[in-house]
């Protein structure tokens, strides 16, 4: 019997990825400048927190390769924070050079996946984030952490609830103020979701955690509504559901934003986010993807009544 | 394979969720419970596919293909395939064949084929072609009831009076639907309490389940605990069920919490067949193999084989030369 006692919160804090996790899975590159524009739409919408791009080497991720060029082309909105992507000390410096003021790191809580996505064991990825939130603390740069295969990995199947906690409570001992739990391949699903936070919440404070949930499996909302109910104040989603998921070839990946605004304005829950602009958001990257938006919310709105 | 018959069992009833505008730091929904959230052992799926799916489809689809359809729905596990629907076929084209398709399915001995009967004739011709079981459907928004069935609701509950007077003669079980049980696409929100009324006056009536229904897919986790807490005051949670639309995303979020509350019984449509027909070109139904995937991922029951419903999907858009809603059949490698 999975014991939590629910209750849910009345402000949630969404993180955009879109800019970032979304774009990074999009087969189409798209240019610095629509990337600049796609962040200060988002900046408009009432969003408190934007992943601008990330610091790995282009190599790897040639959608991000212009990062310099969109941290710096950017409308800083005040109140508004920036977080990019540092997967090593290398990547930080690089974006603290082209101004970064917030960063976050990637751990996983799956062997497998660690060495062939980032081609290293948790113990030496968790050890070259080390370097970072040395550097991090010295620059005062606050760091969030990502676990990624909470729910599942691509690879091993099953994931241990307990694995997961570890790294957690590790990345958020080493400083990160913030640790988002991600179902990297959207596997998850209610029960299990309550399982893992039920574990992890032994050892980070609920306050410090977020969910980020795909829908490669239509889950992403009925399992952020679990969150919610067991105090999680912080919801990952990408505008227009940017980003399909690489394992899964045709499938979706990222919750849509403008979907989970709907549920949780519905719910009674502050956002401070302004869906009709939200949306606006989603319909300009969409066209400039040539893509057909991937929430739910933006295809019933944009029909005809 | 599970008979339903036997399995209703435990709705568990969870202590009623307070739902109140608090200040500064209140929930603003607390499930003050044993602390735990309790979820039924098993769910029943009532697949809508055939009839409210289909209904939805632009493409006129050949009889052949629709008996093809739940012959091979039968084989999936399910207990309840609506089949079709005995309407006039000037208001409703796709079912003009109920009668072939009725009787050119092959019934299988654990499922039961429902079929809608909106008045006493459509009654009587459901009966003729071989009907075991019917529903009929009520509306809690007037607006929509007039503008649906061109009838107030009071009007249209005297019309179902007479189907189960004469189905309880028949001894033929009836299945009730109020629809915009969240929402109407004319009236905006609709209160629980007229939900209430139209779920009890079917209940009473002699409907041995009444399914409610997000007609729009407007509803969110809130307005369904809301309208659920409301009607399970007058109808029991076992006689219960939950039709949601997924139209803006919301209907697994919107499920879970009915079954946070007690309900068991779940409607939902193969490949997330029909689209919404009062927002053009979203979606409608919600897809039984995203149900399922979540309902088996949380250890409940229902019977039914995801793979087997998988290949269903796959065959019934290959007829209707379209891609499937559902996301599961997308990430498990469906060709369509």
């Not at chain 2, 529903?135 to 509950?157: L, P, Q, W, Y």
Request: glycine fraction near 10%; aromatic fraction near 6%.
């Amino acid at each position: 019997i999975i014991k939590y006692f629910g209750s849910i919160p009345r402000r949630v804090k969404i993180v955009e990825v879109g800019p970032r996790d979304g774009l990074q899975n999009e087969k189409t590159i798209v240019p610095a400048e629509t990337k600049i524009r796609l962040i200060d739409m988002l900046s408009d919408s009432g969003l408190s927190v934007i992943e601008a791009t990330s610091f790995v080497s282009p190599k790897w991720v040639p959608q991000m390769a212009d990062q310099m060029e969109v941290m710096k082309g950017i409308r800083r909105k005040p109140g508004v924070s920036y977080p990019v992507l540092t997967p090593n000390l290398k990547g930080f410096q690089a974006a603290v050079e082209a101004g970064a003021s917030e960063v976050a790191i990637f751990g996983a809580a799956s062997e497998l996946f660690s060495k062939k996505n980032i081609n290293c064991s948790v113990e030496e990825s968790l050890q070259r984030f080390e370097q970072v939130m040395v550097a991090a603390k010295a620059a005062g740069v606050p760091v969030r952490g990502y676990v990624s295969c909470v729910l599942g990995c691509p690879y091993e199947g099953k994931v241990a609830p307990a694995k997961v906690a570890k790294v957690a409570k590790r990345l958020y001992s080493m400083g990160c103020y913030e640790i988002s739990l991600g179902d990297t391949i959207g596997v998850g699903t209610p029960g299990g979701m309550s399982e893992m936070l039920e574990a992890v919440s032994k050892v980070v404070p609920v306050g410090a955690l977020a969910v980020h949930c795909h829908d490669t499996y239509g889950q992403a909302l009925a399992n952020i509504l679990v969150a919610l109910q067991m105090g999680v104040s912080v919801v990952d989603s990408s505008v227009g559901g940017l980003g399909g998921c690489p394992y899964a070839q045709g499938a979706s990946g990222n919750v849509a934003t403008e979907d989970v605004v709907y549920m949780l304005h519905g719910l009674g829950i502050q956002t401070g986010v302004d869906l009709p602009k939200l949306m606006d958001a989603g319909a300009f990257i969409c066209h400039s993807l040539n893509r057909r938006t991937s929430s739910k919310v933006s295809q019933a709105t944009h029909c005809k009544l | 394979m599970q008979n339903v018959k036997d399995s209703l069992l435990h709705c568990h009833r969870l202590d009623k969720p307070i739902f109140r505008r608090g200040s500064g730091n209140d929930p603003l929904i607390s499930f003050q419970s044993l602390g735990a959230h309790e979820y039924p052992e098993f769910v029943k799926i009532v697949e809508v596919g055939p009839r409210d799916g289909l209904q939805n489809e632009k493409e006129i689809v050949p009889t052949e293909v629709k008996v093809q359809l739940i012959d091979r729905l039968s084989d999936t596990g399910l207990s309840v395939i609506e089949a079709t629907s005995f309407v006039s076929s000037k208001w409703v084209p796709q079912m003009a064949d109920h009668t072939e398709v009725l009787q050119g399915i092959r019934k299988s001995p654990n499922v039961r084929y429902p079929v809608l009967t909106p008045n006493m004739h459509g009654f009587q011709n459901a009966l003729a072609a071989g009907a075991t079981e019917v529903a009929v459907f009520g509306s809690a928004s007037e607006t929509f009831s007039r503008k649906n069935i061109n009838c107030s609701i009071d009007e249209s509950m005297l019309r179902f009076e007479e189907v189960l007077n004469a189905a309880k003669d028949q001894q033929i079980p009836v299945r009730g639907y109020v629809s915009c049980a969240l929402g109407c696409p004319h009236e905006g929100p609709i209160d629980p309490s007229k939900v209430t009324e139209v779920a009890k006056r079917l209940y009473e009536m002699g409907c041995y389940e009444v399914s409610l229904g997000d007609t729009v897919g407007v509803g969110t986790p809130g307005s369904m605990a809301a309208m659920l807490r409301s009607v399970t005051r007058e109808v029991p949670c076992r006689a219960l069920a939950v039709h949601c639309h997924d139209t803006y995303g919301q209907a697994l979020a919107n499920i879970l919490t009915a079954l946070q509350m007690g309900v068991c019984v779940v409607d939902s449509a193969v490949a997330g067949l029909g689209g919404c027909p009062y927002a053009q070109g979203s979606s409608g139904n919600v897809s039984t193999e995203d149900v399922l995937y979540m309902l088996h991922g949380m250890g409940i029951q229902t019977g039914v084989d995801l793979s087997k419903m998988i290949a269903v999907g796959d065959f019934i858009c290959h007829s209707l030369n379209r891609k499937t809603n559902s996301r599961v059949a997308q990430a498990r490698g469906s060709q369509l």
